[in-house]
Each structure stands twice: as C-alpha cells, then as structure tokens.
C-alpha cells in the first residue's frame, strides 16, 4: 500500500484522518488504518511523523486512536449539517489536548521570526493531540461552516472548501467529478 491510497484533500489534517475510511463499492467503509504498522504509513504520509520517529503503536492504543476518529466523525456529522458538534466530540478533544500539553518555540526560518508550537508529550499522545488540536483550530477559525462532504451519491469523502466562491462539490475532481461529468453525458444520451 503505498501513499497514493491515502486522501490528503481534506485541507485539514483530522479531516484528512476521517477520509482513511472510504466508502467499499458494496456499501460500508473501508479502513486504511486497520494496523498499526498502516497507521503509521498514514501519519508518515500525513508528516506527522518522519521516517526516523520509531513510533510503533499497539493494538490498543490503534483502538483508542479508531473511536477517536469516530468521534470526529460524529462532530463532523453534525458541522455540515449545520449543528453544534455532540458535546463527547468535545469531551474528547479537550482530553486529547489535555494530554499533549504545546510548548511554543521561537526559531528563526527562512522567512523570518516564527513562533511554533512543540509537542511535548510522547509521540502516542502528541499525534492524537495533533488532531485534536487542529479540530479544535477548525471551529475556532470558523472554517466549520465550510466543511463539506462530497457530492457524489456513493461518497462518503469530506474536506473543508476553500475556494474562493466557497462552491467546491467534489473530493477530487479526478474520481467523483469525472464520475458526475460521465454520469451526466450517459443521462442525455439516453434521451
Ligand atoms: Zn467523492
């Protein structure tokens, strides 16, 4: 599995971390984080980790990490559709955040001054702390009222708009936009 099967469009990291569960042609959900050894294939393609960090993750903590997500999702369910996220999505993330204290760095880049924040939990925490915290970063921006889910019927994909005119439909334009435009030439073609 290789990082082309991980969707990085969400333009939000934990959004990104709800779209490791794509909708399985059948019906239902694929995970592509079922393992540890997948998930931190996910958070090197997501460069939460590098290469070196020798995070190796047990079955445990993977599951802790997968209702995590869960209540994401649930908090995600509600923001699209206009709604306060259920107040366990915010229990939880005030845990996460709570137990991946940031200390913030001043370091010179090349760009300039820039005060960063570093993590000072171990790196179990810190990931799950990273995702809380750019929830947290999501609301309190005021980007929620951009999330979206795509539009196409059998996608379950979710990603913030940042377009300018605010009116992106699709995940990607390769898979669920190309799939609409040729749903749409074999509807009038059959007329
Ligand atoms: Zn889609």
């Known amino acids: 599995m290789g990082a082309v099967d991980f969707p990085f469009f969400g333009n939000a990291l934990w ?12 019906g239902g959900r694929d995970d592509r ?6 998930f931190v294939r996910w958070a090197q393609a997501a460069s939460l980790i590098s290469s070196e960090d020798a995070f190796q993750p047990d079955e445990v903590w993977l599951e802790e990490a997968h209702q995590f997500r869960t ?4 908090g995600a369910d509600a923001l699209v559709t206009d709604r306060n996220p259920p107040s366990a999505t915010i229990v939880a993330v005030n845990e996460k955040l709570a137990r991946s204290p940031v200390v913030s760095t001043l370091i010179k880049g090349g760009s300039g001054w820039q005060v960063k924040p570093r993590f000072k939990a171990g790196l179990a925490d810190a990931l799950l702390g990273r995702l809380a915290a750019d929830f947290a970063e999501t609301l309190a921006s005021g ?3 951009r999330l979206r889910r795509c539009e196409h019927p059998s996608c379950v994909m979710m990603f913030i ?10 995940c990607s334009m390769e898979t669920c936009g190309n799939r609409e435009k040729a749903a749409g030439r074999r509807a009038r073609s059959k007329l």
Do not use: C, Q, Y
């Not at 990104?16 to 909708?23: Q, S, Y």
């Not at 984080?33 to 997948?38: F, H, L, N, V």
């Not at 209540?71 to 649930?74: G, H, I, K, V």
């Open 161 to 170: 708009d940042t377009s300018k005119n605010g009116k992106r439909r699709w």
């Open 33 to 38: 984080i079922s393992t540890p050894e997948a």
């Open 71 to 74: 209540t994401l999702r649930e």
């Open 15 to 26: 959004v990104d971390f709800l779209n490791t569960e794509p909708a399985r042609p059948g």
């Open 143 to 145: 980007r929620a009222n």
